[in-house]
């Protein structure tokens, strides 16, 4: 364990310290061979493994999905209390710490979002957009197994707030009843959520690796949603017509 930490830091000490490599306008791609490589994996994965229990898992009785989906979303208000504070932004850290406390506590662990209804609205953020706040680069865009996009400034991040997510201490102690990584929950509820949208983007697309990456770069830069914001897919096919009448 103390040497995954250490190997981790070494990186991410290396994406800190790396010069810009992408701009608004471009996306520095340099590993695409490899990372075609790794995203047809990745969909394999998809379609034989993820889509089937993500289908079995839209079966659940809506309480039972929302409760589900409630608890990973409550499990993430650590990560944003901790980053808006580094971001400077005092009102959202409170904001986030409130909705832990009144939903880990009256909203039975989280699995009912208590805090919406008493107005204290959800503001998602991460390491990622701390690092971005404190000038780093957003380094090269990868294509991880079993996770997929990812800049090499947010995988970085995301190592930080790994340790900040306390069901990843919780769903695998020793002594809990219920011994799952948390991230097969994240993967599982976000593709269910998701479900209608990456279907549609993998019948439609030319070149599915492109429009994936399009996408994340565009959902990234309009927010931060365990679903695909409707707008950026729309504005991703929009985009598509207009060159195609361009041409």
Do not use: C
């Not at 839209?58 to 980053?83: A, K, M, R, V, W």
């Not at 390491?127 to 800049?151: C, H, M, Q």
Request: overall charge negative.
């Amino acid at each position: 364990m103390i040497k995954f930490f250490k190997i981790n830091l070494i990186f991410f000490l290396i994406v800190i310290a790396s010069p810009a490599s992408y701009s608004n306008a471009d996306i520095s791609d340099p590993y695409e061979k490899s990372n075609r490589s790794i995203h047809e994996f990745n969909d394999k994965i998809d379609v034989y493994l993820l889509r089937p229990v993500s289908v079995g898992y839209s079966l659940l009785p809506n309480p039972i999905e929302d409760g589900i989906s409630n608890i990973l979303q409550n499990s993430g208000e650590p990560i944003n209390f901790t980053n808006y504070i580094l971001q400077g932004e005092i009102k959202n850290a409170l904001s986030s710490l409130m909705r832990f406390i009144i939903n880990s506590s009256f909203g039975l662990l989280g699995t009912i979002d208590l805090a919406d209804k008493l107005n204290l609205k959800k503001n998602d953020t991460d390491f990622d957009k701390t690092l971005e706040k404190w000038g780093a680069s957003e380094g090269n865009y990868l294509v991880l197994p079993f996770i997929g996009p990812r800049s090499s400034r947010h995988f970085a991040g995301s190592i930080i707030d790994i340790a900040l997510n306390p069901l990843n201490y919780f769903l695998r102690d020793e002594d809990s009843i219920i011994r799952i990584s948390p991230t097969v929950l994240y993967a599982v509820s976000a593709r269910s959520g998701n479900m209608e949208t990456i279907d549609n983007l993998r019948e439609t697309s030319i070149d599915y690796y492109s429009s994936l990456q399009s996408i994340y770069y565009q959902s990234r830069s309009s927010g931060l949603n365990e679903s695909l914001d409707e707008q950026v897919f729309d504005d991703f096919f929009e985009s598509l017509e207009e060159e195609n009448n361009n041409d």
